[in-house]
């Protein structure tokens, strides 16, 4: 599926990883396609790379011999030199994503973050492992950063998927306008939809926005009978009370008997994103370790099974 070689011009979308052999975010053994940009500021995002709209840099400082190639070949000065001659990153400054660092470090302490992919490209990736999407039932899930910010190359890949007869998912914070999300969920066989709190103010202070949009959003999927999975990222402390699990489920009520509503996932915190924050010149936003114990997911799990939700602990 190359419309390059036929001379048209295509959509392109900044994009920040592809993902093979995902087991994790849809069913079967699935392809990820992480869209860079996100609305929300979650303090517990493992994938800070993924928020901004823009390439950035990545700096493994215990990697890097000081030798100061990247300084004389970056065309913004965000490399530099300092008195002391260690190499220092200037994070303010935008990156033009020309990677000519990243192409002259030997030790591989610098990555540019940010990639403009066209459709025929990330389709060539996709369908590399089709075989496997065939005998696992699985397929395609665009995630993040936040897939609606980019909603017309995101339904556009959807839809080479589906005519490709690729199974697709896309995961969502679900803060965006209507017309965007119910244009994707055209193409889009599933959906994991976060429900990060239910409270509007303490979403605000824990993700930077409320969340009425996002209800909204979700009842919408599924009024429309669009298939969805809850998912509940939980941190000690902060949305693993009963009040807060209570809350939610009160709120799924309704939709418990849909057939389009699958149940929800529960997400535990983890560490994985912690080195990146570093590595982009930000502090990490969460103090102390929020982890839950098995015993708390049980009780967790427990509470929403009382309500019989089918439920799911994600254990990376």
């Known amino acids: 599926m ?4 036929a001379g048209v011009i295509e959509r392109k979308a900044l994009i920040f990883n592809v993902q093979k052999y995902n087991i994790y975010d849809g069913p079967g053994v699935r392809t990820l396609v992480f869209f860079k940009g996100c609305p929300l500021r979650c303090k517990w995002c493992s994938n800070p790379e993924g928020l901004e709209a823009k390439y950035q840099v990545m700096f493994k400082k215990d990697l890097c011999i000081d030798c100061g ?16 001659s260690k190499h220092e990153v200037n994070h303010n400054i935008d990156c033009l994503g020309c990677r000519k660092c990243e192409q002259v470090c030997t030790q591989s302490a610098l990555s540019i973050v940010g990639e403009m992919k066209t459709i025929s490209e990330l389709m060539e990736i996709i369908e590399e492992d089709k075989s496997f999407y065939d005998l696992s039932g699985g397929g395609v899930t665009l995630g993040g950063g936040e897939v609606t ?4 190359f995101a339904a556009n890949l959807l839809m080479a998927c589906k005519q490709e007869g690729i199974n697709t998912a896309i995961e969502t914070c679900g803060y965006a306008k209507k017309e965007s999300i119910l244009h994707i969920a ?14 509007s103010e303490r979403h605000y202070q ?6 009425e949009r996002i209800l909204e959003n979700l009842k919408e999927l599924l009024h429309r009978r669009h298939d969805v999975k809850i ?3 939980l941190l000690k402390g902060i949305n693993d009370s009963q009040e807060e699990i209570d809350g939610i489920v009160k709120f799924l009520m309704p939709f418990r008997d849909y057939k389009n509503f699958k149940g929800i996932d529960l997400l535990p915190y983890h560490k994985l994103g912690v080195n990146k924050y570093n590595q982009l010149g930000k502090e990490y936003p969460i103090e102390g370790d929020p982890s839950l114990s ?23």
């Open 2 to 5: 190359n419309n390059m070689s």
């Open 69 to 84: 190639a990247c300084v004389s070949v970056c065309p913004v000065n965000i490399h530099t030199i300092s008195r002391e």
């Open 149 to 152: 910010r980019q909603p017309e």
């Open 186 to 199: 055209e193409f889009t066989d599933l959906f994991l939809f976060d429900l990060k709190h239910i409270d």
């Open 206 to 211: 824990l993700t930077g926005v409320h969340n």
């Open 231 to 233: 998912r509940m990222p």
């Open 294 to 316: 098995n015993d708390d997911l049980d009780r967790i799990e427990s509470w929403i099974k009382k309500y019989d939700f089918p439920v799911e602990v994600i254990r990376h």
